[in-house]
């Protein structure tokens, strides 16, 4: 069995990224990935536009959603729920279901670990590596905690921001067959897990700097 190195944790300048989608598929392309899934916050402008390119690999319908309980992935859905901001965590989760999507705990080992509503509703999978990550060792035992406590599969992720880093984190499918219902199938099973490294620390840095910034920034807004 052959496996492919996709990266299910991507922005792109339709939220936060700094990166047009076609430099992000060229620097996909150029690292050896088989595919990727662009995460966008609440949006899926950049997966549709991506699909327009004959770049070669396998484009993953995906975004992120902050929820109350942290932030969540999805992946396989080329739809958002009806309402993003403040939705409760397990509305999320449950909506994906039904739906026939995926969810990813998104860099829980970063936050608050919400362990108990975590495991009554379970998601598919936790991200242990985030390529954003300040430290490795410390992130990424906390992060496999929390998924050996829920019992479910390990993935990674770059959470790229700048296309350069797109790659430096992904998650391994154990298949040889780059399709999407190839993919949505094997991650059922439980065939994936995370490979990579941490993103150079000046991109850890830019990125993290710009969070804080935005943040303060929605403080001062609301007061």
């Not at 901001?85 to 026939?100: A, S």
Request: proline share 4%; glycine share 12%; net charge positive.
């Amino acid at each position: 069995m052959f496996s492919l190195k996709i990266d299910v944790h991507v922005h792109t300048a339709y939220s936060d990224g700094r990166g047009t989608v076609r430099e992000i598929l060229k620097i996909a392309k150029f690292k050896g990935l088989d595919g990727l899934a662009i995460t966008d916050h609440d949006c899926l402008k950049g997966y549709f536009k991506a699909k327009l390119y004959s770049s070669g690999l396998l484009v993953i319908p995906g975004y992120e959603v902050h929820t109350d309980a942290g932030h969540v992935l999805v992946l396989g859905l080329e739809l958002l729920p009806s309402e993003t901001r403040r939705i409760r965590y397990e509305e999320l989760v449950e909506w994906v279901r039904c739906m026939g999507g995926l969810t990813v705990l998104a860099h829980p080992a970063a936050g608050r670990i919400k362990l108990n509503r975590w495991i009554r509703c379970k998601p598919d999978a936790v991200e242990i590596l985030n390529a954003l990550y300040p430290l490795h060792g410390y992130f990424v035992h906390r992060g496999l905690n929390v998924a050996s406590k829920l019992g479910v599969p390990t993935v990674g992720g770059s959470d790229a921001h700048y296309p350069q880093n797109v790659g430096d984190a992904y998650t391994i499918v154990e298949s040889d067959n780059p399709s999407l219902k190839d993919f949505m199938e094997y991650f059922r099973r439980g065939s994936v897990y995370f490979g990579g490294r941490l993103s150079p620390l000046s991109s850890r840095l830019k990125v993290g700097l710009g969070y804080i910034i935005s943040m303060v920034g929605g403080y001062v807004e609301k007061h």
